[in-house]
């Protein structure tokens, strides 16, 4: 469902999960512990649905409602400039909709700062997990899903296959079985023969007792 760019240079082969849809990550750094919703700028599905909910009136007030019940501390927004979720307002949100067209990641992050003596402890691992969980509801919010499709993605996929269908069936030559027809292209190019039968964008033609298969598009009347 992506868009490749052919002029990404290296990136062009980035194929990493988490440059291409919206994940939960953990961070271990010299800043402390981050645990985040990331949404890179390789990931088109999801920033393109996000822009949609987001410019909604409902989408809106569910991110101000997340953003308030989210960990104490947590701030969200494009890398680099993050709001304190409970500093979020609407003039905020529109800014988050224009800076999702750049390639900046979009981030929600609740980060444990190193002093915190929970990371020095055993107790380490189940506040982890307890952050885990609270941020969950974020990454619901913010990841496409059949359910959380505000940008119409399955509906577009469907009329893009259709159409693509539609083109192709157009594309093939209207010859009936048992025409003679002329094989144009492969190691049967210029032979005649007798079409067999014609499938899925494939035609069946008999060279004399031989089978051949060949793209539909590749015969034509003899």
Not at 111 to 128: N, Q, S
Request: aromatic share 4%; hydrophobic share 45%; proline share 3%.
């Amino acid at each position: 469902m992506n868009r490749t760019d052919l002029t990404a240079g290296a990136a062009l082969f980035d194929i990493s999960v988490q440059h291409q849809h919206a994940c939960l990550t953990l961070k271990l750094d010299n800043d402390g512990l981050a645990v985040n919703v990331e949404i890179a700028g390789r990931a088109s599905v999801d920033r393109d649905n996000v822009k949609a909910k987001l410019a909604m009136e409902e989408g809106a007030k569910g991110l101000l409602q997340l953003a308030h019940a989210l960990p104490g501390g947590t701030a969200l927004g494009l890398e680099g400039a993050l709001v304190s979720g409970l500093d979020l307002d609407a003039s905020h949100i529109a800014g988050f909709i224009e800076g999702l067209d750049s390639d900046k990641t979009f981030l929600v992050e609740a980060l444990i700062p190193k002093d915190e003596e929970v990371l020095r402890d055993e107790a380490f691992i189940g506040a982890a997990a307890e952050y885990v969980e609270e941020m969950l509801p974020a990454l619901h919010f913010f990841m496409w899903t059949e359910e959380n499709n505000y940008a119409r993605l399955g509906v577009t996929l469907a009329k893009e296959k259709k159409k693509a269908k539609e083109k192709e069936q157009a594309a093939l030559p209207e010859i009936q079985p048992g025409a003679r027809v002329i094989i144009l292209s492969g190691l049967f190019a210029g032979r005649p023969g007798y079409l067999a039968e014609i499938e899925k964008g494939k035609a069946k033609v008999m060279v004399g007792p031989v089978s051949v298969t060949v793209d539909a598009k590749d015969i034509k009347t003899a």
